[in-house]
């Protein structure tokens, strides 16, 4: 159908998957980011036909919630992801408890099979409802074509009221490929501000000191690193995102007081992999703004896919890492602890990391060039990778 917006309601006759879209764009969508799958075709169907609303096709259904959740924090909108049946849906758990923890309003579509399959093991059949239940603030299994606008209406509704959080609609195929009038919404609640919400969000944030290191003229030191990355990009009001790991606890002490609105971390839930995804929702929603993602070797690879995201859709995030060539966390709280000794030699090189998938790379080990190498990451166009060797780190051949 054509990317009209309805304003009364109306009487107008879809498919199931023409009112998702309907619905999308009465409650004012304008991107979401998902994955398909045979349970939700027709709606990317659907998608396809029309440009009101810019679909961001991530590489893990991980990946999407997290974008979502940074589009969201960064916008005070309500952030939107589509996920298939099965594996689909339940590899979107992680970002729902993360937007359950953090009160960010999050809608999560997610397909599932036909009516007449569902408790009969069907292949990409799972019970979404219970699964979804506790990370949400309530799920929807929609039986009924005719329901489908009214609970769609009713999921953003209560995503971005009272404590905001995240909501499921699991709708069947066969719902998908019905027809029935639309009915729009009446009445939507007004949104709570931005600035109100990140109160929620980061009221438990703990707070803690900058290690004291000694500066070493041929070592990189963590705090020094994120010294410099702050000097050099204050000017340019950046937004920041981060994982759950020691480099988050660093990162807040330059971020989280000065620019509370663009500092976007895993508060609540902690979750490793977040910063990347979180970026690039955060690019899409802002696209002439400096987006960093502050992370380490661990946390970049746990979501290294998304990178391919940024390059398709020219999203320009600088993914700043922290390469101690450990486990951070692990390493902080169990030195010497062989699980991380096996880790380290299996890190990849980020440079040809960066250029396999067309991005940028960069590698600084000197604390001389560090500032250089930043100014270089800030003024190239596209997404960078940049391995900032830290501490001990391991030092690769040129």
């Not at 992370?295 to 600088?318: C, G």
């Not at 169990?334 to 790379?361: C, M, N, Q, T």
Request: net charge negative; glycine share 8%; with cysteine.
């Amino acid at each position: 159908m054509t990317g009209t917006y309805t304003h009364e309601p109306a009487r107008l006759e879809m498919t199931g998957a023409e009112i998702v879209l309907q619905a999308l764009r009465d409650n004012g969508v304008e991107h979401i980011f998902g994955y398909p799958g045979a349970a939700v075709l027709p709606i990317y169907d659907e998608i396809f036909q029309q440009n009101d609303i810019k679909h961001i096709l991530v590489r893990h259904e991980q990946g999407a919630g997290h974008a979502a959740e940074g589009y969201a924090r960064s916008t005070g909108k309500t952030g939107v992801m589509l996920v298939t049946s099965g594996p689909g849906a339940t590899n979107a758990v992680t970002p729902l408890y993360s937007a359950m923890a953090d009160s960010v309003p999050l809608v999560c579509l997610s397909g599932q099979v036909a009516t007449n399959l569902i408790g009969s093991d069907a292949f990409q059949e799972c019970d979404t409802g219970g699964i979804t239940r506790p990370c949400t603030k309530q799920s929807w299994l929609v039986t009924d074509v005719a329901e489908l606008a009214a609970t769609i209406h009713k999921a953003f509704h209560l995503a971005r009221t009272g404590r905001p959080g995240p909501v499921l609609v699991d709708m069947p195929k066969d719902i998908l490929l019905q027809s029935s009038y639309y009915r729009a919404p009446t009445a939507i609640a007004p949104r709570e501000t931005h600035s109100e919400r990140h109160e929620q969000i980061n009221h438990h944030l703990p707070s803690f000191e900058m290690p004291d290191d000694k500066m070493d003229e041929k070592i990189i030191a963590p705090h020094y690193a994120l010294e410099r990355l702050h000097a050099l990009t204050r000017i340019h009001s950046p937004f920041i995102t981060t994982d759950m790991d020691q480099h988050k606890v660093w990162t807040s002490q330059f971020n989280n007081a000065e620019h509370p609105n663009r500092w976007i971390a895993p508060s609540g839930f902690g979750t490793m992999g977040y910063g990347l995804p979180a970026a690039i929702g955060t690019q899409i929603a802002h696209p002439e703004s400096l987006v960093i993602d502050i992370s380490d070797a661990s946390s970049a690879q746990a979501s290294m896919k998304e990178l391919s995201t940024a390059i398709q859709y020219e999203a320009p995030v600088k993914v700043f890492i922290l390469n101690s060539g450990q486990m951070s966390s692990i390493h902080c709280s169990h030195p010497g602890h062989p699980v991380y000794r096996s880790y380290a030699k299996a890190l990849p090189d980020f440079v040809k990391l960066a250029e396999a998938f067309g991005a940028i790379g960069i590698r600084c080990a000197a604390p001389t060039a560090l500032d250089d190498a930043i100014q270089q990451m800030i003024t190239l166009k596209g997404p960078v990778l940049f391995d900032c060797q830290v501490g001990q780190s391991i030092q690769h051949q040129e």
